[in-house]
């Protein structure tokens, strides 16, 4: 069985936000819009006018914390004591997955506003919900997409350049989490080559892009990196058929959160360190991981385990992910053929070795 879950409408342009209103109207009259202070400080007047053209009412939801199941329900909650019509989420990645899961709650459309492309979550029907504390949860499948994204390039360049860089390494790794699976279904060749297609672009040019971003500088490229990352990135997992496609990386990412001192750090952070351990776990060449490294040292994107949070008592603390990892993701283990109790913590140890190798080496050859 083929699921498609994909928007509706799908608009990435410098300025777009300022076409909220008229894109939100065909859903409904009542809006609910959900933000964080943040996000509300940097689009509050464009799309207060825009829905005001439309003579779209709304209320507001102040978000802030992690995304929760809970949040989800009262947002759901509010919207059916209010009869709101479409659902507008309004911020990053918590934000935007508590609004997917309201939506799915209440049977409402949902209309995404990232401020951050940092992830895709403005596409994927996925919800990842947290505890209070923001230690992850579990998944939640949500029955569709967010019918409506607007992905304002000037807004999305205009935030602190470090997201815009997680949001590359994140991509990248749907290509290289994709690749380590064989398949011929519709559903995995097509996800194979959403992915190959963002890989090869982000590649080429995206670090001349995050470059040009630290000037605010806006492109044809810039448009084409954005859209990398919410929508192939996104078309990724659009397709579900009979098998789900993961490899190291996510897991790595979702199971370290039980660490609270790696919170600070950003999902495409904790992914890019996860994407070197992969490599280690499949017992790629040494010059393939260094290959790798250099890659995401170019682009900043190459932490060590004490940049990502975990540096006093680093074994333990990996010992427990690892151990999240088990209880968690019990199947990838089993595909990757991983029964060694220490093989993460190691690789682990070891992708951190590596890319202190690698900075070395950078220091020795340009001083």
Known sequence: MLQIKTPEIYLSEPGAIKLLGSLVKPYGKRALIIWSKTARKVTE????????????????????GYPTLQKAEEIAALAGENDIEILIAVGGGRVIDTVKAAGDLSSLPVASVPTIAATCAAWAALSVLYTDEGNFNHFRHNKQSPRLIVADTNILTEAPVRYLRAGVVDTLAKWYETAVHQGNSFSYLNSVNSAKLAFDFLVKDAKNVIDASVDKFIDEKTVKTVDA???????????VGDKAFSGFAHPFYHSSRIIKET??????????????MQAILEKKSQDQIEGIIRKFQELKVAFTLEEIGISDQAEAKLQIISDRIHEVFPDLLLLKGISDE??????????????????????????
């Open 45 to 64: 007047d464009d799309i207060i006018e825009s829905l005001g053209v439309e003579r779209i009412h709304y209320m507001e939801y102040r978000f802030e």
């Open 263 to 276: 919170r600070a750090t950003l999902h495409g952070e904790l992914v890019a360190f996860g994407l070197i």
């Open 229 to 239: 990352i919410l929508f192939l990135a996104g078309n990724v997992g659009s397709y």
């Open 342 to 367: 220490k093989a993460i913590v190691n690789a682990a140890l070891e992708a951190d070795a590596y890319v202190k190798s690698v900075r070395r080496e950078g220091e020795e050859i340009y001083g």
